[in-house]
């Protein structure tokens, strides 16, 4: 879970943090000129009004980033009468282009462990706002942003977790950031609350990992929390990270507990839990919706390894949260992997995506929430959600930012079925019985070919390689007549026998260029011991034939004209995913193995198909 993501877009506004002294003197003589250039009628004093078109040309001129910190640093040198004085100005400025003090401190949580924190100071007396980041990954490599916030007028405060670098503790991951018997979060936003330098107003930040940690405090409900910014985060940490639609996510939970060299025991901790049980419940913010209490924007991916995690978060804060959590949450999604602003998405560039929309900069968000500055941000639409499309035809539809009130945006389910002739069509099957068989061989599995992946290759990649394996069955359409706008949440819903007590039903769906390129779009896998609940498992009758639902998350794409659709089955997706044994047990290395002779069914009395949301404005065009 580890990115360098954006920590966070100050660019020139707070360059100051990389300033030498002569640039600090140029961004001094800079920031006092804009003065003169505001005082129209050369009193020496910016009225109201005045400060409202010194803003306006800034944003004009240097952009939305900018714009906000001079707002900021009118706010704060205003006096009761709201007028700003050539001198208070002149103090602002000698500010923000002051080097920032940093001092680090061993706080204490309630169990007398000891965390490693940075603090980085504003100039001047305070007291002042404060954003928190709290990290697995090393606070002192990783606090790019900190000195650039500290010149804008806020305390950072930058954490190495429990048993992370100098921090003391168990080296398990996230083990004291929610609600349970550790509270580490909590526990230093009541420490910062006390703080001279703390004027009690407090937000969190942070992607990844980061992001995990946020979605974790807040269920803790901590007094004193304001807002959060968080980037690329799951809600639930057993469906959305380790055991995707009951199959292990091997590849990225094992390389990324190893690769950062977590305790060994974090893996054998997960391996002991392959069905969702208390433990799990501990770690899953869906059971604290109601009480969270805070505004937060929620960016994601639609190929990032947390994309459906990112999007439930989002729908349960702002419907089912809490007084200051309902109704004040933002949601974007853009055409990314587990990076935001980063193309290509594998093997895809998506114009216009090198970053979240500027009217959800972080900078306008603390702004607000944490200075109580007016600058419309709360009134930004809830949702900027980027429709991807044909990245080889000039304008395309699609490959653009639409904004919405809300998420799902209003859409029609649409069944899409699998025919006996390996088609993709809106007309249900008719004929009697008819299945596509094949046999999987757990010794052989279908490899892994990017997707929504961390540690292997990610993003859209073509899908060729292994659509002609034995064990899968691929179904196309016929070329599409007009565009066809896909958005929302899909789910395959397929019927399936099978000569074992368990298997796995993996389904890729696929944009398919007129050049042939089958490009990866949407994915989902179900391991079908858990097929009816994800607490108990429940062997299959072999050859009995059942309905079996696969969530392939969410996604929103126009297929193009002359394009085709494709759905792929098969039995695995590895090392994405374990390989199933079809034992009914768990894999391991020394235990036994089956084939899987697997029957897919596309008939009358068994219609498989995809549940497609079509956005009404596409419906009857």
């Known amino acids: 879970m580890k990115t360098s993501l954006f920590l966070f877009s100050f660019s020139i506004l707070l360059s100051f943090s990389s300033c030498h002294a002569d640039e600090n003197d140029a961004l001094a003589a800079k920031l006092r000129a804009l003065f003169p250039k ?18 306006a040309f800034v944003k004009d001129t240097y952009g939305e980033m900018w714009a906000g910190q001079i707002s900021t640093m009118f706010g704060r040198a205003a006096a009761e009468d ?17 080097p920032v003090e940093k001092k680090t401190e061993k706080i204490a949580m309630r169990d007398g462990v000891k965390l490693a924190t940075d603090i980085y100071l504003p100039s001047g007396a305070g007291p002042f706002p404060v954003i928190l980041a709290r990290t697995p990954y090393n606070r002192v490599k990783h606090n790019e942003s900190a000195p650039g916030f500290a010149k804008g007028g806020y305390v950072f405060v930058n954490q190495d977790m429990r048993g992370r670098y100098e921090s003391e503790g168990e080296n398990i991951p996230f083990i004291g950031c929610g609600w349970g018997e550790h509270q580490d979060g909590v526990d230093t936003i009541e420490w910062i609350k006390k703080q001279p330098w703390c004027n009690g107003s407090i937000a969190t930040i942070g992607g990844s990992a980061g992001g995990i940690t946020q979605n974790l405090l807040a269920g803790a409900v901590p007094e004193g929390l304001k807002a959060q910014y968080i980037s690329v985060a799951p809600t639930d940490m057993y469906s959305d990270v380790s055991y995707i639609g009951g199959a292990f996510r091997k590849a990225d939970v094992e390389n990324w507990t190893n690769g950062n060299k977590f305790d060994p025991r974090a893996l054998v901790i997960n391996h002991e839990h392959p069905s969702y ?4 419940r501990a770690h899953d913010t869906h059971t604290k919706f109601a009480v969270m209490n805070v505004p937060a924007v929620n960016i994601g991916g639609w190929f990032d ?7 439930d978060q989002f729908i349960g804060r702002q419907h089912q949260g809490g007084a200051g959590s ?39 968000w603390f702004a607000h929430y944490l200075n109580g500055i007016d600058n419309g941000v709360e009134k930004e639409p809830a949702v900027a959600y980027y429709v991807m499309g044909d990245t080889s035809t000039q304008g395309a539809p699609g490959n653009e930012w639409r904004y919405a009130d809300d998420w799902p945006i209003p859409a029609k389910e649409t069944p899409v079925y699998l025919t006996a002739d390996k088609r993709v069509g809106l007309r249900a099957p008719e004929q009697a019985e008819s299945f596509h068989e094949y046999t999987f061989d757990p010794a052989n599995p279908c490899p892994t070919q990017g997707g929504h992946n961390l540690t292997i290759a990610r993003g859209s990649m073509d899908q060729r390689k292994v659509e002609d394996r034995e064990d899968a069955v691929v179904f196309t359409s016929e ?87 494709r759905v792929m089955i098969t039995s695995s997706n590895f090392p994405r995913f374990d390989v199933n044994p079809g034992t009914g047990k768990q894999w391991s290395e020394e235990g036994e193995k089956v084939k899987q002779t697997n029957r897919i069914y596309c008939d009358a009395e068994h219609p498989s198909r995809l549940l497609v949301p079509v956005p009404e404005s596409n419906v009857g065009e």
């Open 277 to 280: 049980d208390d433990y799990w």
């Open 82 to 98: 709201k007028t700003v004085s050539v001198q208070s100005w002149g103090g602002q400025v000698q500010a923000a282009t002051r």
């Open 38 to 55: 505001a005082d129209m009628n050369h009193d020496e004093i910016l009225s109201p009004e005045e400060q409202k078109q010194a803003v």
């Open 305 to 311: 390894m947390f994309a459906q995690g990112t999007i």
């Open 479 to 565: 070329p599409l007549d007009k565009p066809v706008e896909v958005t929302g949440r899909l789910w395959a819903k397929i019927f399936v026998s099978s000569s074992a007590v368990d298997t796995d039903l993996s389904v890729r769906i696929c944009d398919v260029y007129p050049d042939g390129r089958s490009m990866l779009m949407a994915e989902g896998i179900q391991r079908l011991r858990y097929r009816k609940s994800r607490e108990k498992p429940e062997p299959l009758t072999p050859g009995k034939i059942e309905e079996v639902t696969v969530d392939c998350w969410s996604t929103s794409v126009v297929f193009n004209a002359g394009h085709r659709v």
């Open 326 to 364: 309902k109704g004040t949450q933002k949601l974007i999604m853009g055409p990314w992997h587990h990076g935001i602003g980063k193309m290509p998405a594998g093997e895809l560039t998506f114009p216009d995506a090198n970053r979240v929309p500027i009217r959800y900069d972080p900078t306008r």
